[in-house]
């Protein structure tokens, strides 16, 4: 401010510069050079300073006089008045009006908007992704069919979606407004619903054994007749037909059908126990044989079922689990769910302006939509004009309780069913009945993001008839030859060669893959049971396959996305830990970059690109988790390679690339700095936790390290003394109001202090003092959720989940088990050999024939024989190789007579050896 109140500031300036140059210039001589113009630029610096802070005083009361050439200076440019140009070079800088800015170049464009290409069933390829209205995507997902509990296939088709979601929003950067329907009303709720309502009747009846015996037999009857009947059917369809593709859909079908009846059989199994009397509890017999027998109840007694709250509470409840699932998944709720309940006044007005387009006909209380009047229009099998084979999936789409009466062509598809007795209804123009399976979604979607979708999504099984239907409703409705810009289907997700599913029953729940215990095939005579495994692992699991592609589960599988889960904990780990005290690891240590820092930043860059890269191609996660997974390495090469000269904020860069990566993707929400933080936490106070850990794993370090170089147990004794009265006491108050974990933390750290105290008043040996270093890291803190690893450079502890460090923990004492076992296992077959040729050696050469009576039965008076048992004379040929045997045995017999000499009675102690092995054996 004073500056610009009076230009005159720089003429005193300058001449305190002048007056500091001549009572100083003594000190430019030759011989100081550079060296005293630095002294002289700190000594006039100052000076300078103060006579332009003391200028509004001096220029106030100065005359004029004593500056008078200064005011004229007024006019140079503002560089030229800092003393940074010569007057020379002052017309340089002006133009013809005076000052002006410097022209700016502005940076050449790279590239457009980022837009990803995206595999679109409707053109069988990946696409540009344009929404229809800007930044905002419209987007209907498929919900589910709510009549039993959810699977890894849904499981996989929503997280899949929910990935892709995220990745348009949180990276590309689009507004999404997502609808997702619930099917709460459908032939295969209706069907279970009142089975299982029937069911649970029955049993309040108490049947006896033998009531439950013959319906159980008379169903297992039934069903034997049903199977041969359709496979008979099937084959000889296989037999005529000739195009190959529908050949392989029967054959497919054919399959499905062998592996359903398969499911049969074990219940009849159990029947067959029963009537044996192996089973006597009938309601153990229920329960094996339930789908039997409550099919046997729903045949006889389905229309009695008349109460619709039934069937409205069964989806209900599924609905519930349903939704927990995803929560536990980590799939975010869309932003409108839609149940087909409660759109039954859209629904019949959606139906009742298709028929009114002519593509659409009543017929006998239900309504069927009309292929081939729509298809004199429009194109149909938009999404599976390739399949061959699709009568299969037409009757499925239809659903077990339909009726073709009064169908035009097999092809038509029900927009409307009459309900029969033992079903849900709701009124209509065409008399009580309820949705076909298709119409609900082309209403629900159309209600709320009306006649054009950008996205609809689903899973590939959907694919015909359920969403080929849906298009074609829409297009039928509106009018217009597209409903559906950009068709995303999710690929099968299978066990073994087939597709995971309800009706095969040859699925894992979401509860039990993620609750452990389940029992998985690995071939038709061995099957494992899996561990518990986390949301976040199933995650991973499924960004490690492409979204639209089909999946193969697997113990193996899953052990990887177990892997690379703990690559990037251990990484986050380390660097917490690096960062623990940023303040104090960049202000203490140079900063200076060097060939390994450029190298990893490198690294960095380059992992930018190429993930932003799969983003752009169709969302490729498998690419991304692999390209964060090489950044982890190299960053873990680095960290080792520096050392204590590691650059904490290098490695930080990486680290937060990665997260702000996994928060994209929804491998991790946690708003922490670095993801996967343990559950276990500090009760907010993660400063005070990490100071009394830091405190217990240092001093555990001091003892591991006072113990390898042979300290005294005094100093020990000292060192506790000191612990005990200085730095636990200030802890132990600090922590007095904290959550569980601190105190927890502290109270082993005491305890442990107790046990190096009480080690060293008994004179402890050195080897004590590691064992309980090593106890405390292995048993005592991942109890508390701590993960503690020995560096060459002293330590690094890391916050975990408890159960997981327990697990691990489990498995590495299984395999130290299994391999002590091994190791046993080996030896004792050494022993056993070695026993073996001993005991051959101690037979003396005259007696190893005679034992031989069903060979020889003459000997001569060394032992060898000289006849064979039928008394016949050995040959020559014979008698060279007894002799040969005689003479080998006779070298044995002497090594073993003088090992005998050294070791009296060596061959018991080795038979004592083998059975102390055996039994250690027997007890692992």
């Not at 295969?188 to 029937?198: D, E, F, H, M, S």
């Not at 560096?791 to 088990?817: H, I, N, S, Y």
Request: net charge negative; glycine share 6%.
């Amino acid at each position: 401010h004073a500056l610009s109140r009076n230009i005159d500031a720089w003429s005193i300036t300058g001449a305190a510069f002048s007056s500091c140059a001549s009572r100083h210039g003594n000190m430019m001589d030759q011989k100081r050079g550079k060296f005293a113009e630095r002294e002289w630029s700190r000594l006039c610096s100052p000076v300078a300073l103060i006579a332009v802070l003391l200028l509004p005083l001096t220029s106030a009361h100065a005359p004029s006089s004593t500056i008078p050439s200064l005011r004229a200076k007024q006019s140079l440019h503002p560089q030229h008045r800092f003393g940074l140009l010569g007057a020379e070079d002052s017309a340089a800088m002006e133009g013809e009006g005076g000052s002006k800015r410097p022209e700016w170049i502005a940076p050449p464009q790279q590239m457009k908007r980022l837009a990803p290409m995206v595999a679109n069933t409707l053109t069988g390829n990946k696409v540009e992704f344009i929404p229809k209205d800007g930044n905002t995507v419209r987007w209907y997902i498929c919900g589910p069919t709510v009549y039993d509990s959810s699977h890894l296939g849904h499981a996989r088709t929503y997280v899949a979606f929910d990935v892709v979601r995220r990745i348009l929003e949180n990276f590309f950067g689009y507004d999404i407004f997502c609808v997702m329907n619930v099917t709460d009303v459908d032939d295969k709720i209706i069907i279970r619903a009142r089975r299982n309502y029937l069911l649970k009747q029955y049993k309040e009846t108490k049947p006896s054994l033998d009531q439950v015996l013959v319906r159980a037999k008379a169903e297992v009857e039934k069903a034997v007749a049903r199977y041969n009947a359709k496979v008979d059917k099937l084959k000889a369809d296989i037999e005529k037909e000739t195009q190959s593709g529908k050949v392989k859909g029967l054959k497919e079908e054919l399959d499905a059908t062998h592996y359903k009846h398969g499911l049969t059989e074990k219940q009849a199994v159990y029947v067959a126990e029963a009537e044996k009397g192996a089973i006597s509890d009938p309601n153990v017999l229920l329960d094996k044989a339930a789908d039997l027998i409550s099919s046997s109840l729903d045949e006889e007694k389905k229309e009695e079922v008349t109460d619709p709250q039934i069937f409205r509470a069964h989806a209900a409840y599924y609905e519930k689990e349903y939704i927990e699932d995803m929560n536990t998944l980590g799939v975010r709720m869309p932003d409108v769910l839609t149940r087909v309940t409660e759109f039954m006044p859209e629904i019949v007005k959606y139906i009742e302006k298709i028929i009114a387009n002519d593509f659409a006909y009543e017929a006998q209380g239900s309504v069927y939509f009309d292929i081939r009047k729509f298809c004199d229009s429009h194109g149909y099998r938009k999404l599976s004009w390739s399949e061959a084979s699709v009568a299969a999936a037409l009757a499925e789409g239809e659903g077990a309780l339909s009726s073709s009466e009064g169908k035009r062509s097999d092809a038509d598809f029900a927009l409307w069913k009459k309900s029969k007795a033992g079903e849900p209804s709701w009124d209509s123009p065409w008399g009580g009945g309820r949705p076909g399976w298709h119409i609900e979604c082309s209403v629900m979607a159309s209600e709320m993001l009306g006649d054009t979708l950008d996205i609809h999504g689903g899973g590939i099984d959907l694919c015909f008839p359920h969403h080929d239907n849906e298009l074609a409703q829409a297009e039928a409705y509106y009018g217009h030859q597209q409903w559906v810009n950009y068709f995303l289907h999710s690929g099968h997700l299978y066990i073994g060669s087939q597709k995971m599913s309800k009706s095969l029953k040859n699925f894992f729940t979401i509860r039990e893959i993620l609750k452990g215990g389940s029992e998985m095939k690995l071939s038709e005579e061995e099957s494992i049971t899996l561990p518990p495994y986390t949301a976040r692992q199933l995650r991973i699991l499924f960004m490690m396959h492409q979204w639209d592609q089909p999946m193969y589960f697997s113990k193996d599988t899953l052990d990887v996305a177990v892997g690379k889960e703990k690559t990037f904990k251990e990484f986050f780990g380390a660097v917490r830990g690096l960062n623990r005290d940023q303040v104090n690891s960049v202000t203490l240590n140079p900063q200076n970059w060097g060939e390994h820092e450029r190298t990893l930043n490198s690294k960095i860059e380059e992992t930018q690109k190429e993930v932003t890269t799969a983003l752009i191609d169709n969302f490729n996660t498998p690419k991304v988790l692999l390209l964060l997974q090489e950044l982890v390495t190299a960053a873990n090469i680095y960290m080792t390679t520096a050392g204590a000269q590691t650059k904490s904020l290098l490695v930080h860069k990486a680290a937060m690339y990665i997260a702000k990566t996994f928060r994209t993707l929804g491998i991790d929400d946690n708003a922490t700095e670095y993801p996967f933080a343990s559950s276990t936490g500090g009760g907010g106070d993660q400063e005070l936790l990490s100071e009394v850990l830091d405190a217990f794993c240092g001093f555990r370090e001091d003892v591991r390290q006072a113990a390898r170089s042979n300290q005294e147990p005094g100093w020990f004794q000292a060192k506790v003394s000191d612990l005990e009265s200085g730095l636990l006491a200030e802890l132990r108050s600090k922590i007095k109001s904290k959550a569980a974990l601190l105190p927890a933390v502290l109270e082993a750290f005491e305890a442990w202090t107790s046990k190096i105290k009480n080690t060293a008043q008994s004179q402890g040996a050195k080897s004590e003092y590691l064992e309980l270093c090593d106890s405390v890291r292995d048993d005592a803190l991942p109890l508390l959720g701590v993960r503690l690893e020995d560096k060459p450079e002293g330590f690094l502890w890391k916050l975990d989940d408890p159960e997981v460090l327990a697990r691990e923990r489990a498995t590495k004492m299984a395999a130290a088990a299994e391999a002590a076992k091994k190791k046993v296992e080996n030896k004792l077959n050494k022993a056993k050999k070695e026993l073996e040729k001993w005991e051959v050696s101690a037979v003396a050469p005259s007696e190893m024939f005679k034992a031989l009576t069903d060979k020889y039965k003459t000997f001569d008076d060394q032992g060898m024989p000289t006849h064979a048992a039928d008394g016949t004379e050995l040959s020559k040929k014979q008698r060279q190789g007894v002799e040969k045997d005689f003479k080998k045995r006779e070298a044995e017999h002497a090594k073993f007579q003088e090992q005998e000499a050294k070791e009296a009675g060596f061959l018991g102690k080795l038979k004592a050896e083998i059975k102390a092995m055996e039994d250690s054996l027997a007890a692992m």
